[in-house]
């Protein structure tokens, strides 16, 4: 499943609340990027329904975090914002989009961002 994230990747700024670390944000870091996750997901939710739900659900358990049935639909929004947000802030830090793409290629990145006719995607899958 592909999620269009490009409204998230042109406000890339705010990234680093969503998905900072303790040597940016301080000792506080997990509760402030979880807080704004979820503040981000309740406005700008990035699944639009309970298929994709199940869908991130699922993607989610596949990475390793086990305890997906008991989280509520807000907290699985939350979680898939801050994976992308991580994922944003990957792909900023290669001087281009192709440099990114290169180094996905290689296994050096995430690959998880592609860019189709200027919009940035995150595919939900592996």
């Not at 406000?11 to 807080?35: F, K, P």
């Not at 900023?92 to 996905?104: D, L, P």
């Not at 296994?107 to 939900?124: E, R, V």
Request: net charge negative; with cysteine.
């Amino acid at each position: 499943m592909e999620i269009d994230i490009t409204h998230m990747v042109e406000d890339s700024e705010i990234m680093c609340r969503l998905s900072g670390s303790v040597n940016e944000l301080g000792e506080n870091a997990a509760a402030l990027t979880w807080n704004a996750s979820l503040a981000y997901a309740k406005t700008n939710p990035l699944l639009a329904n309970d298929t994709e739900i199940e869908i991130a659900r699922a993607y989610l358990k596949e990475l390793g975090i086990e305890d997906t049935k008991n989280a509520s639909d807000t907290d699985i929004q939350a979680l898939i914002v801050q994976l992308i947000a991580g994922d944003i802030r990957e792909m900023n830090a290669y001087e281009s989009y192709t440099e990114y793409q290169q180094s996905s290629e290689y296994g050096s990145a995430s690959g998880s961002i592609f860019k189709d006719c200027d919009k940035y995607y995150f595919t939900l899958s592996h």
